[in-house]
């Protein structure tokens, strides 16, 4: 990791996927289709149309389009987020569980 400007303790790997969220929001579970920006070892981000509440947890499925690697699943903590245009924030999350 030397000359790595970004501290993190990982490399992020931009993906730039679609993904679907299943987010329990109040007790009910809301499907949002949203796209998967980037992935480390111990988090991801995604752009979705809506703002979400920081600490809740939700469920990522991203369907892999190659035979020989497999759909991602996890549940994940969303730990900070941003609005960035009218309608479109990206979210910042933590990996709790790989599924």
């Given at each position: 990791m ?24 109040a ?35 991203i ?37």
């Amino acid at each position: 990791m030397l000359g790595y400007d970004d501290k993190r303790a990982f490399f992020r790997m931009m993906m730039n996927s679609p993904c679907t969220l299943l987010v329990n929001d109040a007790g009910t579970m809301q499907k949002l289709s949203a796209t998967c920006r980037d992935i480390s070892a111990t988090g991801m981000s995604f752009e979705v149309p809506q703002a979400l509440v920081i600490g809740s947890e939700m469920e990522v499925n991203i369907e892999s389009t190659s035979s020989q690697i497999s759909s991602l699943c996890a549940i994940v903590k969303v730990v900070r987020q941003f609005e960035e245009g009218e309608g479109n924030y990206v979210v910042g999350t933590e990996v709790v569980q790989m599924m």
